[in-house]
């Protein structure tokens, strides 16, 4: 089994900072790529960044400039650095990988974790 779990959320006040992380544990035998989703009340999910296993990184135009996403493979975690936060941030966010589990043959699959609350006041 696979476990995605995630810290980090809080209350900010706008202009504030946010780190998240989301560490993966179970019987993991490659992580491919991470991704960063959000979700306010009442709007679809939307990604936020996502990050290769290669290094490279995609943002929303809302975050660019201002979210970076970032990986450290030894630890089988992801991190999202948000700055410069607005109220618009608010939302859960939620992390995502496509992880590899040996069965025979490696296979991918996509895994979500909990979802973390971010509020940003005004």
């Known amino acids: 089994q696979v476990q995605l779990v995630e810290s980090g959320g809080g209350l900010v006040q706008a202009g504030g900072s946010l780190r998240l992380s989301c560490t993966a544990s179970g019987s993991i035998t490659s992580i491919n790529a991470w991704a960063w989703y959000r979700q306010a009340p009442g709007k679809q999910r939307e990604l936020v960044a996502a990050i290769t296993s290669g290094g490279h990184t995609n943002y929303a135009d809302s975050v660019k400039g201002r979210f970076t996403i970032s990986r450290d493979n030894a630890k089988n975690t992801a991190y999202l650095q948000m700055n410069s936060l607005k109220p618009e941030d608010t939302a859960v966010y939620y992390c995502?990988?496509?992880?590899?589990?040996?069965?025979?043959?490696?296979?991918?699959?996509?895994?979500w974790g909990q979802g973390t609350q971010v509020t940003v006041t005004s």
């Open positions: 995502n990988a496509n992880i590899g589990v040996y069965s025979g043959s490696v296979y991918y699959t996509n895994y």
